[in-house]
C-alpha cells in the first residue's frame, strides 16, 4: 500500500519561511506525480492552492510555492502571515489512484 | 461553476448510504469527480473517481467492494454509494471535480454521514 508522508506539525513565526514536504513510499517524487498542494481551515472544505507541482490558482497568495526539493514534493510559505494557520495535505498521483498525504499542521506563532 | 451535495444523514451499522453530487455551470461529462471522505479529526482520504462521460471508475483499494460510483449525465449529478457502513465510516463525504492539469476545483460542501445504532 502507497503511503505519502507529510510533517504531523510545524510551528513558524509571523514573517517567517517554512517548506512543508510531502514524501512517496514508491520513492522519488517527480512531475509525473502531479502534486497537489491544499489548505483546509476548520469547518471548511480543502481548497487547491497549488497543481502539477508549481501552479497556483487565482486566489493563491505570492507567498505560496511549490517545488520539487531533495525527492519530495515541497510547499514554501514566506513572509508567513497570521491567516496562514491551517492543515495542509499534499495529494499525489499514482495512474490509476490518487493518495493524500497525512497532513501538516501548521502553527503561526 | 459549483458542486452542490444531498444532505446530513445519519445510518445504522450495516446499511447503505448514496450521496449526491449536482454539477453546475460547465460541461458535466468534461471532468472526473473525485470523492474524498475526512472522518472527525482526521485526514482527508481518497475514495475513488468517475468519468462522467463513459461512467468508467477507480476506486481506492480500501474502498473495493464497499463503494460504489455512478452518474446520471441527464441532470448532471454524480452518486457515491457505499454499502455495509461500520462505525468508522462516520465521516464528511466530498465530491470535487477534477480540472485540466490535475487539479481539484471546486469542491462540494461537504455530506455528513453519521453511523449510529
Known amino acids: 500500500q502507497t503511503v505519502v508522508t507529510q510533517e504531523p506539525s510545524l510551528t513558524v513565526s509571523p514573517g517567517g519561511t517554512v517548506t512543508l514536504t510531502c514524501a512517496s513510499s514508491?520513492?522519488?517524487?517527480?512531475?509525473?506525480?502531479?502534486p497537489i498542494w491544499f489548505q483546509q481551515k476548520p469547518g471548511h472544505a480543502p481548497r487547491a492552492l497549488i497543481y502539477s507541482t508549481n501552479n497556483k490558482h487565482s486566489w493563491t497568495p505570492a507567498r505560496f510555492s511549490g517545488s520539487l526539493l531533495g525527492g519530495k514534493a515541497a510547499l514554501t510559505l514566506s513572509t508567513v502571515q497570521p491567516e496562514d494557520e491551517a492543515e495542509y495535505y499534499c495529494l499525489l498521483f499514482y495512474g490509476d489512484a490518487w493518495v493524500f498525504g497525512g497532513g501538516t499542521k501548521l502553527t503561526v506563532l | 461553476v459549483q458542486l452542490v451535495q444531498s444532505g446530513a444523514e445519519v445510518k445504522k451499522p450495516g446499511a447503505s448510504v448514496k450521496v449526491s453530487c449536482k454539477a453546475s455551470?460547465?460541461?458535466?461529462?468534461?471532468?472526473?469527480i473525485h470523492w474524498v471522505r475526512q472522518a472527525p479529526g482526521q485526514g482527508l482520504e481518497w475514495m475513488g473517481r468517475i468519468n462522467p462521460n463513459s461512467g468508467a471508475t477507480d476506486y481506492a483499494q480500501k474502498f473495493q467492494g464497499s463503494v460504489t460510483m455512478t452518474r446520471d449525465t441527464s441532470i448532471s449529478t454524480a452518486y457515491m454509494e457505499l454499502s455495509r457502513l461500520k462505525y468508522d465510516d462516520t465521516a464528511v463525504y466530498y465530491c470535487?471535480?477534477?480540472?485540466?492539469?490535475?487539479?481539484?476545483?471546486?469542491w462540494g460542501q461537504g455530506t455528513l454521514v453519521t453511523v449510529s445504532s
Open positions: 470535487a471535480r477534477q480540472n485540466f492539469g490535475y487539479d481539484f476545483d471546486p
Open positions: 455551470g460547465y460541461t458535466f461529462t468534461a471532468h472526473y
Open positions: 514508491t520513492g522519488a517524487v517527480t512531475s509525473g506525480y502531479y
